[in-house]
């Protein structure tokens, strides 16, 4: 990854209107998963592990790939504008570097997202009153997904390439998690690499990934990102792109 990419990369997200998104989003999922487990107590008698499936079940599926999608069409709006994909691939930067720029600061908003989901699990168990804190599986649960999310990212760069319009991506990104959910659900989650993140955060209780489903989970990220990667290199490197 050349250097000069990834800091124009992050210039980008400098004071940027996006990051709105990444407080309210966040805050909106923990407050409908927080009411859903105070309105069903009756049924919910597992403390942290209860409100953790309440919190993350709808965010692994809508809000955590809106915000992917989101983040990618940010990382894409500006090339997107008149002539700016002739400068940009008139420069010294390859395609292939240009795209590992955005794909690395695609994944630590990723990570932002996925931190700002622990810290309001945390905080809104301790506001309703839950006894002491939760284990450290939580942790591992959403280091897992970020490292899954990798392929969720590459995917949505793809997409907010070939797609110039800033809206229809988020909406791709928020089918592709409602799918990947039920790809989980049936027992298919490595066909999908939106299923990724459902897998790893355990959002359904339907078993966390294993050592013995270290190997496949990882080997399926790394598939789908490298698949989605060659896509957008391949996309990108045509002339008609270029020169559009």
């Known amino acids: 990854m050349h250097a000069s990419a990834l800091r124009a990369e992050l210039v980008k997200l400098h004071r940027a209107p996006i990051w709105v998104a990444f407080i309210v989003v966040p805050l909106v ?15 919910l008698k597992l403390g942290w592990f209860d409100l953790w499936t309440q919190h993350t079940l709808f ?18 709006r500006l090339e997107h504008r008149g002539a700016n994909w002739n400068q940009l691939m008139a420069s010294p930067v390859s395609a292939a570097r240009v795209l590992a720029a955005k794909l690395a600061v695609g994944w630590l908003m990723l990570g932002v997202a996925l931190a700002a989901t622990g810290a309001l699990f945390i905080a809104c168990g301790k506001l309703i009153g839950l006894s ?15 490292v899954g999310g990798v392929a969720s990212v ?41 299923a990724l993140i459902v897998m790893a ?44």
């Open 201 to 244: 955060l355990n959002s359904n209780g339907h078993g966390a990934i294993g050592a013995g489903q270290m190997v496949p989970f990882l080997a399926t990220t790394a598939a789908f990102t490298l698949l989605a990667l060659g896509a957008a290199v391949l996309v990108l490197s045509r002339r008609d792109i270029r020169t559009s």
């Open 29 to 43: 999922a923990a407050a409908i998963g927080t009411f859903n487990y105070q309105n069903n107590l009756e049924i």
């Open 154 to 194: 590459a995917c949505q760069l793809f997409v907010s390439l070939v797609i110039r319009n800033f809206a229809a991506p988020v909406g791709v990104a928020v089918i592709g998690g409602i799918t990947g959910f039920f790809a989980y659900a049936y027992d298919s989650g490595y066909l999908c690499p939106y």
């Open 59 to 76: 965010e692994s599926m809508f809000f955590l790939q809106a915000l992917v999608g989101a983040s990618c069409s940010w990382l894409m």
């Open 132 to 146: 002491g804190l939760p284990g450290p599986e939580y942790a591992q649960w959403l280091a897992l997904a970020w």
